[in-house]
Nanobody, 131 residues
């Protein structure tokens, strides 16, 4: 299975920036590795459902952003390092949540189905934005 590990979360003041990383290792039962998988960043605040924040195709040609983060967050990936990133700028208090990365078969499926398009998750990293 593909294992994911997020890092880079923390406490930041409103208007600040953080960069999250998601390091991948291993492969699926069918032999797919990080470079074969679409990646998504999700977040979940207490009492809410996990929501898709950004997604990226395996070749980085397709990216997607939720309306709430468009223009402030940037998703990227480095297949040589088996790592996905989420650059978060101009953070707001409403961005406070646990952030998860997930891998899936296809970016369009992740975009359409959200969590339902994800085959595996990382453990999450807490992002807290103070106002």
């Amino acid at each position: 299975q593909v294992q994911l590990a997020e890092s880079g979360g923390g406490l930041v003041q409103a208007g600040g920036s953080l960069r999250l990383s998601c390091a991948a290792s291993g492969q699926t039962a069918s032999g797919r590795t990080f470079r074969h998988e679409a990646m998504g960043w999700f977040r979940q605040a207490p009492g809410t459902e996990r929501e898709l924040v950004a997604a990226i195709s395996l070749d980085s040609r397709r990216t997607y952003y939720a309306t709430s983060v468009k223009g402030r967050f940037t998703i990227s990936r480095d297949n040589a390092k088996s790592t996905a990133y989420l650059q978060m700028d101009n953070l707001k208090s409403e961005d406070t949540a646990v952030y998860y990365c997930g891998h899936g078969l296809d970016s369009e499926i992740v975009i359409r189905l959200g969590s339902g398009g994800i085959d595996g998750w990382g453990q999450g990293t807490q992002v807290t934005v103070s106002s």
